[in-house]
C-alpha cells in the first residue's frame, strides 16, 4: 500500500472517474451491505462484516480478487462494488460490476464508468493481456459505453437470464491489450477449421427400461446410461490420465491428483443445491463406467447451465458420447426444468465442436486468448442450446 | 443380475423375490413397503426425493446421520419380483396429520404408476386405521391419475389443488392433496368438509401499487421501494425492535395464539437464514419511508428451485400500520422480488381458517384459492383447519396497476 491510498477522495491518484471512484472495502462499508454484495438474497450489515473480515480480509491482495467499492465522489455514497478476478494464469481476468437496486438509469451510467476505469487500470498499468465481462442485454447503455470505449463484442449467449419474466440474451465484451495485439496479431484473425456437416441428427430415444433398470440410473439409453458418480468412478478416470494419447484435439495430457478430485468430489454432494452436477456414463450391457457428462454451474434463478462431457478412449467415435450427452439434455431440459445450456469448446477440439453441431448446439461467438498454443494464444468457439430447441430436434426412430 | 434361486436365505445375502416373505402387512401384488435401510444407499436415485445425483457413499452418510435423526421418514417402495427399491413414501408426522409425499424412480416413467398406486392404498389405510391417525394426507402430482382415483376408490378426497407446481418434461403439473379420515373421528367432530370456510371482504383482487420511480437516492440497503414502505434485509438491530413488538400484540388470531420472540433469539435466527447460499428462507424487514422503523417482515419460505415454485409469508407486527394498506404494499414488494428476481413460477400461502384477515388479504392481492387442508392442529377443543391459496407469476404481473398517484 501506498500513500496515496488514503481513504479519502482528494488523496486517491487513480481509479477516479467523473462522478465516481473505485476504493478497496473497508470494513466499515458493512454497513451498505446491499451495495457492496453481489447478490440477489438478503444481506445484512451483520454477515457483511464477516465475509468483508473472513474472506476478504484474506485475500491476496497483489494476486487475488481485488473487490472495490464504487463511491459517489460528491458525497462519499456506496452505489455499488466492481469485482476484478485476477488469476495467476493471465487469461482469467474478469471484471464484473454490482449496483444497488433502486438508482434506475443513474446506476448503469455508474456502472459503465466503473467497468471502463477497471478495464482501463488492468489493461494499461496492470498489463492484463486480455479481460471480460459479461452483461445482459438489457443493460445496452453499459456494453454501448464500453464498445465505445475500444471492447468488443465476441460471444451474444441467447436467452442466457430471465428478467421481469422475459428471456434476456447475455452479451460477452472483451478487451485486449493494444501492446499484445502488437505481438501476437489481431485476435479475430485465427481460422477455425472445422469438421462435420455441422447439421443436427436425430436424438436417440431416452428408453423407459423393461423390466429391470440398471441400479441407480437416472436417466436411460438405447446402449448407455447415466448415474450418480462413485468413488471408484473417479479413481478409474484418474488412472485413465496416464494412459491417454497425445491427441491434436485435446489440450495435452494432464495428470489429475486423485485426493484432490475425492476432496472435491465429496464437498460438492455435501451442498443442498449442487454448483456441479457430474454423471456417470455407464454401458448398459455389462455396467462398466466409460466416461462422465456434467452440468457446470447451473444458475438457479436463470435455469441455465454449462454441458461438460469425456469419454475413455476406447468408447470415443462411436457415438456413446453422443447417446449419453442426449441423455444429459433430456435430464437437464425435461428433469431439472433448465431453459438453456451453454458449451465451450477449444478451436482446435473440431472433435467436440462436431458433436455439438451434432448435437442441435448453435454457435454463439467466439472467445479470444485463452490460453496457450503453438506459440499463440488459441481461442474458445462457444455453444448455445435451447430448451425448446433440443425437444423440437427429431427423434431417432431406430431404437426402442 | 446374479443370483441362485437355491441358496438359502439370510439376512446379509437375501435371494431375490424372498424379500417379502414372512412380512404381515403392506405387502402387495407387486410391491411391499418396509423402512429404510442401509443398503437403499445403492438405490438413492429411486427413493430420494431430489432431482440432484448423489454416490451411494454420501447417500449412506445421510441414511446414518440424517433420515436417523427425525424429520421425514421415508418408507421404501420395494419390487416383490427382485427386491429392487422403486420409490418411497416420505412421510412427515405432525399434529393430527401424516402427511405422505410419494417419489417414485422416474426412470421407469408410465411403468412406475401401477407401483405407486399399490403402495399409496396399502400405506394409507395402514397409517388410518391401524395406526389409528386422525387423518392422511397424500401430496401428488396431477398426472398420476390412476394412483388417485385408487385413492379416491378407498374414500380418500381431494381438498386442494395447487396450479402448475411441478414441471414435468417442459409440462406444468397441478399438485394435488387428497386426505383419508379417521371414521372414528369424522363421528366425533363431523366431516370437516361439511363446514364453510368463513370470510370477510369482497374476495375481488385489487390494483397492484404502481411501481415507485424515485428522485433521490433508496433507503439505505434497500432492495425495494414502494410508496410508503421498503424492504431491506433484517439486521441484528432489529431483533429487540421485534421482541417489543410481539409483546405488544393485542390480536390473538394469526397463528394458534401469540408468539414471543427473544431479541437476541430473532436476530440470530434471520443471521442464520442469511448465512445460508443460496437460502432456503428469504425474509426482507417492512420499513417506513418516512422514518426507517421496522413494522413487519415478508418472506418466501421453503423455495424449490428445480419447479420454482415457493410459499410467502408476511406480518405486520406494528399494530398500529394494519389494515391501512401496509402489509397489501410489502406484499407487493415482496411478489415483484420474487417473480421478476428469483424467476419464481408459482407462490402459495397457508392461512389458518381462524384468520379470516389475512385470507381476505390474499385475495386482495390477487391470490386463488386452492383448497382447503383439514385437520392440522388443536383448536377449541377440535382440530383446526387450513386455507390455502396460490398464485402464479403470469397472473401477477397480468393484474392491473394502480395510477402512480395512487
Not at chain 1, 75 to 100: L, W
Not at chain 1, 234 to 253: A, K, N
Not at chain 1, 259 to 278: C, R, W
Not at chain 2, 126 to 139: A, D, I, K, M, Y
Amino acid at each position: 500500500m501506498t500513500d496515496t491510498f488514503q481513504h479519502h477522495q482528494g488523496a486517491q491518484a487513480f481509479l477516479v472517474g467523473e462522478t465516481i471512484y473505485l476504493r478497496p472495502i473497508e470494513k466499515e462499508d458493512a454497513k451498505d451491505s446491499v451495495a457492496l454484495r453481489d447478490s440477489v438474497y438478503p444481506y445484512s450489515p451483520e454477515r457483511a462484516e464477516a465475509w468483508i473480515k473472513d474472506e476478504i480480509a484474506q485475500e491476496n491482495p497483489w494476486d487475488g480478487t481485488l473487490r472495490l467499492a464504487i463511491r459517489r465522489k460528491d458525497d462519499e455514497r456506496i452505489v455499488g462494488a466492481v469485482t476484478i478476478a485476477q488469476g495467476r494464469e493471465f487469461m482469467r481476468f474478469e471484471i464484473s460490476s454490482h449496483i444497488a437496486p433502486g438508482y434506475g438509469a443513474r446506476g448503469l451510467r455508474w456502472k459503465a464508468e466503473a467497468i471502463a476505469l477497471a478495464v482501463d487500470f488492468m489493461m494499461s498499468e496492470r498489463q492484463a493481456p486480455m479481460l471480460r465481462v459479461r452483461l445482459p442485454a438489457t443493460e445496452q447503455v453499459v456494453i454501448d459505453s464500453l464498445v465505445q470505449s475500444g471492447m468488443r463484442i465476441s460471444v451474444r449467449l441467447r436467452e442466457r437470464y430471465m428478467q421481469s419474466g422475459k428471456a434476456v440474451d447475455e452479451v460477452i465484451l472483451q478487451a485486449f491489450n493494444d501492446a499484445w495485439v502488437e505481438t501476437m496479431g489481431d485476435p479475430g484473425g485465427q481460422v477455425l477449421e472445422r469438421t462435420g456437416e455441422g447439421t443436427p441428427r436425430p436424438r436417440p430415444r431416452i428408453v423407459a427400461p423393461v423390466p429391470v433398470a440398471p441400479p441407480n440410473a437416472l436417466v436411460v439409453g438405447p446402449r448407455v446410461y447415466l448415474r450418480p458418480y462413485t468413488e471408484a468412478d473417479i479413481e478409474r478416470y484418474v488412472r485413465e490420465d496416464r494412459f491417454e494419447m497425445l491427441e491434436p484435439f485435446l489440450p495435452g495430457r494432464n495428470l489429475s491428483m486423485l485426493p484432490e478430485e475425492l476432496h472435491y468430489h465429496n464437498e460438492d454432494e455435501k451442498a443442498d443445491i449442487p454448483g456441479f452436477i457430474p454423471l456417470a456414463v455407464c454401458l448398459r450391457e455389462t455396467h462398466a463406467y466409460i466416461g462422465e457428462v456434467a452440468l457446470v454451474n447451473p444458475d438457479w434463478i436463470n435455469r441455465t447451465a454449462e454441458t461438460a462431457s469425456w469419454m475413455l478412449k476406447e468408447y470415443r467415435a462411436q457415438g456413446y458420447g453422443s447417446e449419453a450427452k442426449h441423455l444429459l439434455l433430456d435430464y437437464a431440459f425435461n428433469r431439472l426444468g433448465l431453459r438453456m445450456l451453454e458449451s465451450w469448446v477449444r478451436y482446435e477440439n473440431t472433435r467436440s465442436a462436431a458433436a455439438l453441431r451434432k448435437q442441435g448446439y448453435r454457435e454463439a461467438g467466439t472467445f479470444c486468448w485463452t490460453s496457450y498454443r503453438s506459440g499463440q494464444f488459441t481461442n474458445f468457439i462457444v455453444f448455445d442450446l435451447l430448451a425448446r430447441e433440443w425437444q423440437a430436434l427429431a427423434r431417432d426412430q431406430m431404437h426402442q | 443380475m446374479p443370483a441362485n434361486a437355491t441358496a438359502p436365505s439370510t439376512p446379509e445375502t437375501p435371494v431375490p423375490g424372498q424379500g417379502s416373505a414372512g412380512q404381515t402387512f403392506l405387502v402387495g401384488e407387486l410391491v411391499y413397503i418396509r423402512a429404510i435401510e442401509t443398503g437403499d444407499a445403492q438405490y438413492g436415485s429411486a427413493w430420494r426425493h431430489s432431482a440432484f445425483p448423489l454416490s451411494p457413499g454420501r447417500v449412506e452418510d445421510i441414511i446414518k446421520e440424517d433420515i436417523s435423526k427425525g424429520g421425514p421418514r421415508p418408507y421404501i417402495i420395494v419390487r416383490k419380483s427382485d427386491d429392487v427399491p422403486v420409490g418411497a413414501l416420505w412421510a412427515t408426522y405432525d399434529g393430527p396429520a401424516v402427511t405422505i409425499h410419494p417419489h417414485i424412480d422416474t426412470v421407469y416413467g408410465d411403468l412406475a404408476s401401477p407401483w405407486l398406486t399399490e403402495a399409496l392404498t396399502m400405506a394409507l389405510p395402514w397409517l388410518v386405521e391401524e395406526q389409528h391417525r386422525p387423518s392422511v394426507l397424500v401430496r401428488v402430482p396431477g398426472n398420476e391419475t390412476a394412483a388417485i382415483a385408487a385413492m379416491e376408490a378407498i374414500g380418500a378426497r381431494q381438498t386442494a389443488r395447487f396450479r402448475e407446481m411441478y414441471l414435468v418434461n417442459g409440462q406444468w403439473q397441478d399438485e394435488v392433496i387428497l386426505e383419508l379420515l379417521n371414521k372414528q373421528w369424522v363421528q366425533r367432530l363431523g366431516d370437516p368438509n361439511e363446514i364453510e370456510l368463513p370470510r370477510t371482504g369482497t374476495g375481488e383482487a385489487r390494483p397492484v401499487p404502481a411501481a415507485v420511480e424515485l428522485d433521490n437516492d433508496p433507503p439505505l440497503n434497500a432492495v425495494r421501494v414502494g410508496r410508503r414502505v421498503y424492504l431491506r434485509p433484517f439486521e441484528e438491530k432489529d431483533g429487540p425492535v421485534l421482541a417489543k413488538l410481539t409483546r405488544e400484540e393485542p390480536e390473538t388470531f394469526f397463528d394458534t395464539g401469540r408468539r414471543l420472540y427473544s431479541g437476541t433469539g430473532v436476530a440470530a435466527w434471520h443471521d442464520s437464514l442469511q448465512k445460508k447460499d443460496p437460502p432456503a428462507w428469504i425474509r426482507f424487514a417492512i420499513c417506513l419511508r418516512q422514518s426507517d422503523e421496522v413494522i413487519g417482515g415478508v418472506g418466501i419460505d421453503g423455495i424449490d428451485r428445480v419447479h420454482a415454485y415457493a410459499e410467502s409469508e408476511s406480518e405486520v407486527l406494528n399494530a398500529q400500520y394494519r389494515d391501512q394498506g401496509y402489509g397489501t404494499e410489502a406484499k407487493h414488494l415482496l411478489l415483484d422480488y420474487a417473480f421478476n428476481t428469483l424467476n419464481l413460477h408459482s407462490l402459495q400461502s397457508y392461512v389458518l381458517w381462524e384468520n379470516t384477515r389475512s385470507a381476505a388479504a390474499l385475495r386482495k392481492q390477487g391470490y386463488r384459492e386452492a383448497g382447503r387442508i383439514n385437520w392440522t392442529y388443536a383448536w377449541n377443543g377440535k382440530f383446526g383447519s387450513v386455507a390455502v391459496f396460490d398464485l402464479l407469476a403470469e397472473e401477477w404481473r397480468a393484474l392491473p396497476r394502480a395510477d402512480a398517484g395512487e
